[in-house]
Nanobody
Framework: QVQLVESGGGLVQAGGSLSLSCAAS????????MAWFRQAPGKEREFVAR????????SYADSVKGRFTISRDNSKNTVYLQMNSLKPEDTANYYC??????????????????WGQGTQVTVSS
């Protein structure tokens, strides 16, 4: 059974930093992609960042480019999201996602077959 478990969310003041982790178990992807999405109350789930397991190619939403960094440790089956210069509009539930495919932007949540339960990030002004 595939499980993605996120950790690292919390409350932070605007301008602060948080680091999220997502550990995958039950599956080892030889390739594919892992990503972070987020969903704020009353809004649709939106793409944040993704990384290919092979090669490490990354892609970011314009709203987080230059502030967030996605990375992975394939030996630990873990993906990370370092979030700096946080803004109140970054407040959301952050979800980790995994896909067995890799190619193109992969910004659509429908391309990911595995999801974590989410971790809340709250940025106060």
């Amino acid at each position: 059974q595939v499980q993605l478990v996120e950790s690292g969310g919390g409350l932070v003041q605007a301008g602060g930093s948080l680091s999220l982790s997502c550990a995958a178990s039950g599956v080892t992807f030889s390739g594919g992609a892992m990503a972070w999405f987020r969903q704020a109350p009353g809004k649709e789930r939106e793409f944040v960042a993704r990384i290919f397991r092979s090669g490490g190619s990354t892609s970011y939403a314009d709203s987080v480019k230059g502030r967030f960094t996605i990375s992975r440790d394939n030996s630990k089956n873990t993906v990370y999201l370092q979030m700096n210069s946080l803004k109140p509009e970054d407040t959301a539930n952050y979800y980790c996602a995994a896909s067995s495919i890799a190619g193109g932007p992969m910004t659509s949540w429908g391309l990911y077959g595995y999801w974590g339960q989410g971790t809340q990030v709250t940025v106060s002004s």
